[in-house]
């Protein structure tokens, strides 16, 4: 029901959808970027114990 009412929210206001999609890209951007960060340091310091 709850999922429903959610739906039909977004479905009267476009700017409601347009601000949900904007958080969900900004989250999705936030992880994307911490996640490359993760694994260049991870990859910089394996190089480094390597040497």
Sequence with gaps: A???YQSALIHHSS???LFI???YLVV???FLMAN???QLLEYHNQNNCTV
């Design 2 to 4: 709850n999922m429903l």
């Design 21 to 23: 999609m904007t958080r």
């Design 28 to 30: 999705i951007a936030d």
């Design 36 to 38: 490359t960060i993760d």
């Design 15 to 17: 700017t409601a959808c």
